[in-house]
Antibody, heavy 121, light 107 residues
Framework: EVQLVESGGGSVQSGGSLRLSCEASGFSVEMSYVTWVRQAPGQGLEWVSLIYSGGTTYYAASVKGRFTISRDTSKNTVYLQMNSLRREDTAVYYC???????????????WGQGTLVSVSS | DIQMTQSPSSMSASVGDRVTITCRSSYNISDYLNWYQQKPGKAPNLLLYAASSLQSGVPSRFSGRMSGTDFTLTIASLQPEDFVTYYCQQSYTTPYTFGQGTKVEIK
């Protein structure tokens, strides 16, 4: 059974850092694509970052240069290192499996439960 | 970035109604379009991908079509559990942008 479990969220002051973890089971993060999506309170979904099976990474403009996606294949876990956090980064952060590696059609078929990041000034 | 514009942002309907939600892309994305359903407090759930392909396990009352840069999600007969929020997402190029969402409410 495919599962993703996020952790690492919490409260931090503006300018601070957090590292989110996304532990996967039922599939290999080394062979798959994994995406981070966030949702600010009461708002819509925002695509944040993606790591391909080959290790290539992509970022939204709003986080580029501040966030870094990476993975540890031995732990089957994907990380999102978030630095220089701003109030507007406050959101629930979801990780999701991206099935784009399978057919070329990116789609997020399994999601974690989300972890809340709250940035205060 | 490719902009995805959903309409309406909210709508009221009754159980059994046929409803259609529209998503327009600012660029020709071919059929690289996904639809998700999100219940309050939960992660989104994939409904359709490649504009019209039904994700495994999703009821057949959900369907998708495309015409140029316009995409539609149709729910053939609304069920009580369908009164939630729907999002489109383009999967043509990064950043894989989402529409702003459509909330379907009970009339």
């Amino acid at each position: 059974e495919v599962q993703l479990v996020e952790s690492g969220g919490g409260s931090v002051q503006s300018g601070g850092s957090l590292r989110l973890s996304c532990e996967a089971s039922g599939f290999s993060v080394e062979m798959s694509y994994v995406t981070w999506v966030r949702q600010a309170p009461g708002q819509g979904l925002e695509w944040v970052s993606l790591i391909y099976s080959g290790g290539t990474t992509y970022y939204a403009a709003s986080v580029k240069g501040r966030f870094t996606i990476s993975r540890d294949t031995s732990k089957n876990t994907v990380y999102l290192q978030m630095n220089s956090l701003r109030r507007e980064d406050t959101a629930v952060y979801y990780c999701a499996r991206d099935m784009g590696y399978d057919s070329g059609y990116t789609r997020l078929d399994y999601w974690g439960q989300g972890t809340l990041v709250s940035v205060s000034s | 970035d490719i902009q995805m514009t959903q309409s309406p942002s909210s709508m009221s309907a009754s159980v059994g109604d046929r409803v259609t939600i529209t998503c327009r892309s600012s660029y020709n994305i071919s059929d690289y379009l996904n639809w998700y359903q999100q219940k309050p407090g939960k992660a989104p759930n994939l409904l359709l991908y490649a504009a019209s392909s039904l994700q495994s396990g999703v009821p057949s009352r959900f369907s998708g079509r495309m015409s140029g840069t316009d995409f539609t999600l149709t729910i053939a007969s609304l069920q009580p559990e369908d009164f939630v929020t729907y999002y489109c997402q383009q999967s043509y190029t990064t950043p894989y942008t989402f529409g702003q969402g459509t909330k379907v409410e009970i009339k």
